[in-house]
């Protein structure tokens, strides 16, 4: 089969398309012929080797992707039959998985049937960006009253956060760096829109959104900690960006990356999935690229060049 493979840690460049033996699977294992692989920011991080001291680096030669959705084409000893030409969805688990391949092998207990009507990339982004934006809506406890600022508001996880937003009857304010972006985060749901790349851009968020009180932010950095001191005093902040600096002193904070999660990751798949399936908050994949090229899905996602969630086809 074709994989991404890389042997050592860097740049995009260290991915390399390479043949490599078709894997087979073990006891409580399928393998699944991989028509759409996630990307992920996480990917990016895995990849540089720019990772948390919680978090171990993968031993190389490695394969990255951690989810994929596909068809079952193997089943392993102790796999119940049904699953044989199912068409499926999994999250392959933490570092590097080997999605970003034409063939993975996906342990049973991560299979999810694909919904009808829902399409391999998508049915990818919400195994991953969506079940992460599941949790992030049910720890933002959103009501009509609340005004809401969403960063990265085009990209994946913007896009079903506005919806989610939408859905809960409260005022949604995306910011983007471009006025492509704008236009899209307007689609999702955004009342307002601002280009956090322009100048000024806070005095406009201030005259346009005078009242804030929630943020979610996944992006960290100079901007969300800007907004975050906008919020209202009896606000709140949902953050899954990993930058814990310089937000003291405000509002309250909200980390949902860690136990509380994972603990309950199942939960929010399935949420997730549902979601999805019955349009409540659609996946948008708005970047793809044919798995030779997923160097450069490496490259336009840190560049930030890309738009929806990021997906590579096979």
């Given at each position: 089969?074709?994989?991404i ?16 033996p ?8 399928v ?7 996630g990307?992920?920011?996480l ?13 171990p ?42 999605g ?9 207990t991560?299979?999810?049937r ?11 982004a919400?195994?991953g ?50 006025e ?18 322009a ?11 005078p ?14 900690r ?5 919020l209202?005093?009896?606000?709140r ?42 349009g ?6 708005g970047?793809t ?26």
């Amino acid at each position: 089969m074709r994989a991404i493979r890389q042997h050592e840690f860097g740049g995009p460049e260290v991915l390399h398309l390479e043949e490599v033996p078709d894997p087979t699977p073990g006891p409580g294992q399928v393998r699944v012929r991989v028509e759409a692989a996630g990307v992920h920011r996480l990917d990016t991080s895995i990849r540089a080797a720019d990772l948390p001291p919680t978090m171990p680096r993968p031993e190389l030669p490695t394969t990255p992707g951690r989810e994929v959705a596909g068809v079952v084409d193997q089943v392993g000893e102790g796999v119940d039959e049904a699953w044989q030409g199912a068409k499926v969805v999994a999250h392959l688990g933490p570092g590097s998985s080997g999605g970003y391949a034409e063939l993975a092998v996906v342990d049973e207990t991560q299979l999810y049937r694909r919904p009808e009507g829902l399409e391999s990339p998508e049915a990818v982004a919400a195994i991953g960006t969506g079940r992460t934006s599941a949790a992030v809506l049910e720890a933002a406890e959103i009501t009509p009253d609340d005004v809401v600022v969403v960063t990265s508001a085009a990209g994946g996880m913007g896009a079903i956060l506005l919806q989610g937003i939408r859905n809960a009857g409260a005022r949604a304010i995306g910011l983007a760096g471009s006025e492509a972006k704008l236009e899209i985060a307007r689609g999702f749901g955004a009342h307002t829109a601002v280009d956090y790349r322009a100048d000024g851009w806070l005095e406009t968020l201030r005259e346009e959104e005078p009242r804030i009180t929630v943020l979610l932010d996944g992006v960290g950095g100079d901007v969300p900690r800007q907004v975050y001191a906008q919020l209202e005093p009896d606000g709140r902040m949902v953050r899954f960006s990993g930058d814990q600096d310089g937000y003291e002193g405000g509002a309250k904070i909200i980390d949902i990356l860690g136990p509380w999660v994972q603990g309950r990751i199942k939960e929010f798949e399935q949420a997730s999935l549902g979601a999805a399936a019955d349009g409540t908050r659609r996946p948008y994949v708005g970047s793809t690229f044919p798995l030779a090229e997923a160097a450069e899905a490496h490259r336009a996602l840190e560049s930030r060049e890309t738009t929806g969630k990021v997906v590579l086809l096979t």
